[in-house]
Each structure stands twice: as structure tokens, then as C-alpha cells.
């Protein structure tokens, strides 16, 4: 059978995801950068030691001020324009903000980039669309598990890479590397996907778009409730993660609690990585809806594991765990609501795939904060009652035959 090749692309989805995966890395390297370095970069651009917490939160939060309320436009601007204008948009955008980073003479100057950012969000959504229309159905969780897989994978070894450069030629270099990185990746991408449009563009315009966006989520049934089933997701991960560290510290009685506490954040991380692409393999063979149901209830049980591990080491193996079952929800979440939408609007739908991370960032660091308080542990069975509660919402679209019976691979011709 002929390669497949996506509608609106002459770029094979092979191609399309490793190109893609690459791009992700770039991105979640430059931005793990800053998670990792940013208090120490805070110092060293003057900021007092007791102003440094207040300005690490301003400067997280800093990116959603124009990042949420610009999310929905860059998918419908995707749809009416040009998808890869959309995505390469993105990394010329964090060539920027890294640059800038790198520039930065002034906590002043550190904002301005950080909020800028918000302006360079939207690309994964629209990357997914392509993917969507490109690869062929029964390959296409694995498709898109190979970009989450990059986005994993810099998020796990960027603060790990960073760490060892940053030793060696200082923090704003670093950034400078970032933003070469970037820049490297939007030429990839310019060079690598050959866009075409497949039918004629879309008359309507952008306000016409949006004002039609909530009626294409309407019309496919099953994709707000998958939303509603990945931020039910999302929010376990959010409340459980930043409170890792202080339950290794609670467990751990040796002398290096920073190592102790790395290898448990880069256990799941790795694991996470290597298992997403095996998720999305197993999901287009044995059934999407399926294996996101027994991969989720696995998770919840992982984090019970957590929240009862008597030694660190025990909760290093049950937070690989969680990592490797966790990992199965973004693609194969991804891949169903990519198959219940419409192609002319994919992007635009696909790209709202951000507001549940936002919310559940936001949401499951107060939810999680509060249950902390009471006992650590507590956060991490709160996490895992978010998950039960996605695998109950999941079993519910099974039972209401929303979702289509799980799909089985196509006979090789």
C-alpha cells in the first residue's frame, strides 16, 4: 500500500513526526531550562534572595497572561491559513524568547520574554492536526505518541543537560544555545514539511471561526467529555508531582537528598518517554478506548503505591510506574478526539487540547496544596481518585456508545 501522505501536506507522517518530535524537544528543552535555572538566573540578575520566590511565581505564571487568552485563535488561523505558518511561527517565537533570555540585564527584561511566550504557545494542537489528516488511521496514536515522546524527553533531560553546561559557560549562554536550538528547528521545519493545501481555503472569517468553534465541539459528541477526561488526568499529575520531592525528604535518611530526590524525578520521566510511543503502538492494535481505560486504573494504582511507600526507594519504583501508565493518556486522548473531528476544523479543536493543562496546572497545585497540608500522602490519594474518576467518566462514554468500538489494525495489502 502507497505511504499515506496528509491532506494539506506532500510530507509521509513518518517524516512529519520525527521532524515534529525534534521541534518538541527543542522546546521543552528551552523551557525546562527556565523552570530549572530561573531563581538561579533571578540572583544573578540582582534580584534580592529573599525576592527570588515572588519573582519565580510571577515569572511562570507571566506566560499565560497572553497564552490563554490567544490559545483558540492559533488553531483557527492554522485552519483559514496555513498550518506549518502556525507551527513555524512557534519555534522562530522561542528563538526570540531564548535570545531575549540570553539578553536579559534586568529581572524587567527576564519578563519581558517569559510573557512573550505566551505568544509563541498553539503549535502541538496544530502539529496533531497535521499528523491527523497525515497518517493512517491505524497508526495514529503511535504517531502522535512520537511527538509527546520528544516533548518528554526534553522536559526529562533538559534540567540534566542544563545542569552540566550551566557549570561550564553560565546560565545566559545557555539560553543563547536555546535560542540557536530553535532557530535551528524552525529552518528544519521550513525546509522538511512541504504544506499544500488540498481544497479550497476557508471562506468564513476568523470571528466567523470562533464564533463556530464552540458549534464544532458541539457537533462531535464525545470530545468534551475527553477533555474533561484529560484534565481529570492532568490535574492527578498536578497535584501529585510537586510534592515528589517533599515526600523523598520525608522517606530518604541518607546524605544526599538532592541525588536521592533526581533519580526518582528522572525515573518516571524516562520511563514516561519510553513508554508513550508503546502505548500508542499497543492502543491502534488492541483498541484506543480499552488501553486508555486499563492504563489509567494502573496510574491511580501507582499512586496509591506512592502515597504508601515506606522507603524512597519503593517510591522511586512505584513513581516509574506511574510514569510508564500515565503515559498512555495524552496520545491515545489526543488520537480520539482527532478521529471524532472533523478534518476542516481539526486544528482549531485540537489546539484547545491546552485549556485542560492550564486548568489542571492551576487548579491541582491549589487542590494538591491544601490536601498537603493535612499529610503529603493525602496528595497523592486525591491524585489517584482524579484518575478513578477519568476511568469512570471514560467507562460511561463506553457504556452511552458515544465512542466507536475500539479500532483494530487494517490488513496489509
Not at 27 to 39: S, V
Not at 97 to 105: K, N, P
Amino acid at each position: 500500500m502507497a505511504e499515506r501522505t496528509a491532506s494539506g501536506s506532500r510530507t509521509s507522517w513518518r517524516t512529519l513526526a520525527v521532524v515534529f518530535a525534534i521541534t518538541s524537544v527543542a522546546e521543552t528543552l528551552g523551557f525546562g531550562h527556565f523552570a530549572a535555572f530561573g531563581p538561579l538566573y533571578l540572583a544573578q540578575l540582582g534580584v534580592a534572595p529573599e525576592d527570588v520566590p515572588r519573582w519565580t511565581g510571577i515569572l511562570a505564571a507571566s506566560s499565560f497572561v497572553l497564552g490563554l487568552p490567544l490559545a483558540p485563535l492559533w488553531g483557527v488561523w492554522a485552519d483559514k491559513y496555513s498550518r506549518k505558518l502556525i507551527i513555524v511561527r512557534s519555534a522562530v517565537g522561542e528563538a526570540v524568547v531564548f535570545g531575549l533570555a540570553a539578553l536579559s540585564q534586568n529581572v524587567w527584561h527576564l519578563l519581558l520574554a517569559r510573557m512573550l511566550s505566551g505568544l509563541i504557545l498553539g503549535n502541538t494542537g496544530v502539529m496533531f492536526a497535521v499528523l491527523s489528516a497525515a497518517a493512517p488511521r491505524e497508526r495514529l496514536a503511535f504517531a502522535i505518541a512520537t511527538v509527546q515522546t520528544g516533548s518528554t524527553l526534553g522536559i526529562t533531560l533538559g534540567p540534566l543537560i542544563g545542569g552540566v553546561l550551566v557549570g561550564r559557560i553560565g546560565i545566559a549562554p545557555l539560553f543563547a544555545l536555546d535560542s540557536a536550538l530553535a532557530l535551528g528547528t524552525a529552518t528544519l521545519l521550513m525546509v522538511v514539511f512541504r504544506e499544500e493545501r488540498g481544497g479550497p481555503r476557508e471562506s468564513r472569517s476568523v470571528v466567523q471561526l470562533l464564533r463556530a468553534l464552540p458549534g464544532a465541539l458541539l457537533a462531535s459528541p464525545p470530545v468534551l467529555p475527553l477533555f474533561g477526561v484529560q484534565l481529570l488526568v492532568l490535574l492527578g499529575m498536578q497535584m501529585s508531582a510537586p510534592f515528589v520531592p517533599l515526600l523523598v525528604g520525608q522517606l530518604y535518611d541518607g546524605d544526599d537528598l538532592p541525588l536521592a530526590i533526581g533519580l526518582v524525578l528522572t525515573g518516571a520521566g524516562l520511563t514516561s518517554a519510553v513508554f508513550t510511543v508503546v502505548w500508542g503502538r499497543i492502543g491502534d492494535r488492541l483498541g484506543r478506548l480499552r488501553v486508555l481505560q486499563v492504563t489509567i486504573i494502573c496510574s491511580a494504582l501507582a499512586l496509591v503505591g506512592q502515597a504508601l511507600a515506606p522507603t524512597w526507594i519503593l517510591l522511586l519504583v512505584a513513581r516509574a510506574a506511574h510514569g510508564a501508565f500515565q503515559a498512555a493518556a495524552p496520545p491515545l486522548i489526543v488520537a480520539l478526539v482527532a478521529t471524532h473531528t472533523p478534518e476542516a476544523v481539526r486544528a482549531s479543536v485540537l489546539n484547545l487540547a491546552a485549556f485542560p493543562l492550564y486548568f489542571a496546572a492551576i487548579g491541582g497545585g491549589a487542590v494538591g496544596g491544601a490536601l498537603a497540608m493535612v499529610s503529603i500522602r493525602a496528595a497523592f490519594l486525591g491524585a489517584a481518585a482524579a484518575a478513578l474518576l477519568a476511568d469512570a467518566t471514560l467507562a460511561w462514554l463506553r457504556v452511552s456508545g458515544r465512542l466507536e468500538a475500539p479500532s483494530r489494525p487494517r490488513a496489509k495489502r
